[in-house]
């Protein structure tokens, strides 16, 4: 099993729509969360972190359910300038247990259509 | 606001030629990181280092070389440059359970 599995899709979706996706990890000690976007041949960038009660930045939604060691990510009312890839992101250690290394999932390709 | 550097942007190399790829940040990370990326495929991680003086191999670390003299840098090294080494390379760093900050990339192509 990968550490970091996410669905590569792609999520083809209407503007306006809602889509969601989810990412399972296997370290049930995994401490902190991140979804990143990567736009074609550019660099990844911080979406949001995802905090254990649940957060929201605007039109996106990022869950965490340890029970199940999957986080989910919701975006409203799609737009256009949404489509990118979405990189699930786990720090499996924190703390002088902390290795330094981030398990990245492979990402889930969002494509929005006019 | 610099951020993480990365140097050159782009690079033709011939095989069996070398260069270094360099990586520097000015928000004092300990953390620092190497990835190259295929197209269409995930990152992989080649090297990375939790402070400086201490680096070790991530997954695809064969044909590479880094090192962590001072806490800002994290040059990558290719030696024998390889037709399988044409890749976009990323660097990143962070500090303490934060996220990474990614420079702009490298892209290399070796003909």
């Known amino acids: 099993r990968k550490e970091v599995e996410q669905d590569p899709g792609p999520f083809n979706v209407p503007e306006g729509a809602t889509v969601a996706f989810n990412c399972t990890y296997s370290n049930s000690a995994s401490q902190s969360f991140f979804w990143y976007r990567q736009d074609c041949r550019k660099e990844p960038k911080l979406l949001m972190s995802?905090?254990?009660s649940g957060n929201e930045d605007g039109r996106f939604t990022a869950q965490l359910n340890r029970a199940s060691q999957y986080i989910s990510l919701l975006i409203r009312d799609s737009k256009l300038s949404d489509s990118a890839t979405y990189l699930c992101?786990?720090?499996?250690?924190?703390?002088?247990?902390?290795?330094?290394?981030?398990?990245f999932g492979q990402g889930t390709t969002l494509q929005v259509k006019p | 606001n610099a951020g993480v550097t990365q140097t050159p942007k782009f690079r033709i190399l011939k095989i069996g030629q070398s260069m270094t790829l360099q990586c520097t940040q000015d928000?004092?990370?300990?953390?620092m990181y190497w990835y190259r990326q295929d197209p269409g495929m995930g990152l992989k991680l080649i090297y990375y280092?939790?402070?400086?003086?201490?680096?070790d191999k991530g997954e695809v670390p064969n044909g590479y070389n880094v090192s962590r003299s001072t806490t800002e840098d994290f040059p990558l090294r290719l030696e024998l440059a390889a037709p399988s080494q044409t890749s976009v390379y990323f660097c990143a760093s962070r500090t303490n359970d934060q996220p990474q900050h990614f420079g702009d990339g490298t892209r290399l192509s070796i003909l």
């Open positions: 280092s939790v402070g400086a003086g201490i680096t």
């Open positions: 992101v786990v720090n499996p250690s924190m703390g002088s247990s902390n290795t330094g290394k981030l398990i």
């Open positions: 995802v905090y254990s």
């Open positions: 928000m004092n990370h300990n953390y």
